[in-house]
């Protein structure tokens, strides 16, 4: 799934430390406060997700809930794209300080009266989760050069973890407390404890510069494929975290449950991701395997569709695995370019577009939901973007090379994976 874990690019490059700081700074501490942080990574947008229907009965518009569903891909789109301007005037450690306390004064402002604040807050925290998302990878590469591979995948691990958490335990919590603002509002806490354990690590911070050659990727063919590619799987990921507990709540299931079913989903995504990219990286084209991911989600929504009571467990496993396109795009990104820098010219737009496209998908659902008083439209609308999926994954996983014309000497740019 988009495990939700998406979804910003690394355009970065570091600027090496000196030698006599690294041995101190890349202990067991800095280990620790990187997956700290990177439990918070979507734990502002699934623990919502769960509470929807909570929030409609006390008075929240499906309008309301439509916007709230959209305002994390846009934060995502819009946000870190500019997130390399604040990271060349403060560094990246310091940025990362930053961007934790923007999530922790989100979580905090969200819980305030009023649907304003319900809406700002939201935005807020997506704001510091979409500076963290970019950082994060640049931030490893710096300090485990030699553990990047390691370090990478423990991150995402957590930051699945995280994500299954909110969905799981939104609910409880708020049944807990007697509020459905205490229930939001304890996440702020993390996000603290996090802010917490990397401010040791925050004090120095070198100036990142990025470098993007991207005109020539917009008029690729191949580069447009990708990008539909990134958009379509984000655009999954994203109606699953927000609407799949409001899906299993009208097939008769408790919210408990509910959220437990989504946070199912995302955690049986979690292997896949491991294992798939290696897969994909063994095979001349990529197409053929997309197809067959892409064909689990669509028999999901199927599910979902014709019997959502009856085999609720299964359509929530295959939904799980066949999010594990995301990390296959992530890797054409790298395949289907020559150079570092090409390959983060084709993340950037990816990413940046692909996200603006999935923005639309959690509104356009809640919509058709509450204008049709059920699921099938929605859920049908799901299964058709399965063959737009399939037609771009085909076309993007073509052994394809998007050469960008030489331009002035730039440093060496990674791209690296941060949903």
Known sequence: MSVMLGDVPDVVHPTPSRPTSRPRRA???????????????????TSLGAL???????????????????????????????????????????????????LTAGLVLRVLDGTPALLAGTFVACAG??????????????????????????????????????AALAVPLTNATGSWRLGLGLWAVVALAAALAWAPFARGGAE?????????????????AVTVLFGTQSLYAYVMMS??????VDAGFSEEAAGVLLAVSIMIGVPFFFVVP??????????????????????????????????????????????????????CFALRTSTSADTAALSTMGQSVGYLIAAGGPFLVGVLHHATDGWAVPCALLVGLGVVQ???????????????????????VRTGPAR
């Open 27 to 45: 202990g067991l501490g800095l280990v620790v406060a990187v997956l700290l942080v990177s439990v918070n990574l979507r734990i502002a947008v």
């Open 52 to 102: 929807l229907d909570r929030l409609g009965e006390m008075g929240v518009s499906p309008t309301t809930q439509g916007v709230l569903t959209s305002l994390p891909v846009l934060c995502f789109a819009i946000v870190g794209a500019t997130a390399m301007a604040v990271t060349r005037r403060v560094g990246v450690d310091r940025g990362l300080a930053i961007a934790l306390l923007v």
């Open 129 to 166: 989760i979409a500076l963290a998302n970019v950082l994060i990878p640049a931030i490893v590469k710096e300090h485990f050069p030699g553990r990047v591979g390691a370090l990478t995948g423990a991150y995402t691990a957590f930051l699945s973890i995280g994500s299954a958490a909110g």
């Open 208 to 224: 990142r510069r990025s470098t993007q050659r991207g005109a020539p990727m917009w008029r690729h063919p191949t580069a447009w």
């Open 243 to 248: 609407w799949l507990p409001s899906v299993y």
């Open 278 to 331: 290696s897969i994909a990286g063994r095979m001349r084209q990529q197409g053929p395997l997309i197809a067959g991911l892409t064909g689990l989600t669509v028999l999901g929504w199927t599910g979902l569709w014709v019997a959502p009571e009856q085999g609720a467990w299964l359509w929530a496993a295959l939904l799980g695995a066949g999010g594990s396109v995301f990390p296959v795009v992530l890797l």
């Open 390 to 412: 399939v037609g771009a994954g085909l076309l993007a996983g073509r052994p394809v090379t998007i050469d960008a014309p030489a331009g002035p000497a730039a440093s060496q």
